[in-house]
């Protein structure tokens, strides 16, 4: 649907689906965070005229008081406390220090990251690490559980997160719950099939790891990918 054909409030959360946060005002931004506006003009009419009064800087707006922002004609208590917790959002998050993302040098350091997610399970699980393009961990995921024999991993929903995470690079697992660390015709299977599948997305697997309680074999160190 066009953005002209809908209501004058709809339109930013449409506008950031449509075309992403950045691409939003900021009296867009706070519209959003109102909600609505009132009889006579738009939430963005309504959050552009409070920015205005506080020269447009949201460091300002953070300092008003909720009968601060009721003084606005169009804000209520309902909509002063939705701005006031989204600047003390803001607060608090820039307060916090951004967790540093763990950087794969070798199979070691992802061993590290599964083993304590792989190694004491009763059955088998596979799991993903995501990585950018400096190989730091951008996520990590559990895919399947059951065995790869009978839970066959899938190898969309595997890539549809690796798109999902800007994911340049992939680490696969999974545990033997027997100890035996040896790879099985499956593994080799299913290890180039996603390595062939990664290639056309240009999403590099870089190791495969079998992990159980008595350490693990990296499909990489031992020149089977």
Request: contains cysteine; charged residues 25%.
């Amino acid at each position: 649907m066009s953005l002209k054909y809908l209501a004058e409030d709809d339109r930013p959360r449409e506008k950031f689906l449509l075309k992403g946060r950045n691409a939003l005002s900021d009296s867009e931004l706070l519209a959003i965070i109102m909600g609505s506006g009132s009889r006579n003009e738009s939430a963005v009419e309504l959050g552009r005229r409070i920015l205005a009064s506080v020269d447009n800087s949201w460091h300002n707006l953070s300092r008003l008081s909720i009968q601060d922002l009721k003084q606005f004609k169009g804000v209520g208590e309902a909509k002063a406390i939705s701005i006031a917790a989204a600047m003390e959002i803001g607060r608090r998050r820039a307060s916090q220090e951004v967790p540093e993302r763990p950087q794969i040098r070798g199979s070691r350091d992802a061993y590290n990251i599964l083993h304590p997610h792989l190694a004491d399970q009763p059955t088998e699980e596979f799991w993903c690490l995501f990585l950018n393009q400096n190989n730091r961990v951008v996520h990590k995921a559990q895919l399947t559980q059951g065995g790869i024999t009978q839970s066959v991993v899938d190898i969309r929903i595997l890539f549809r997160t690796a798109l999902q995470h800007f994911a340049t690079a992939i680490i696969v697992a999974h545990n033997h719950p027997s100890g035996n660390l040896q790879a099985s015709s499956e593994d080799i299977n299913i290890t180039k099939k996603i390595k062939e599948a990664g290639q056309l997305l240009q999403i590099d697997l870089l190791d495969h790891l079998i992990i159980s309680n008595q350490g693990y074999l990296s499909f990489t160190d031992e020149n089977i990918l």
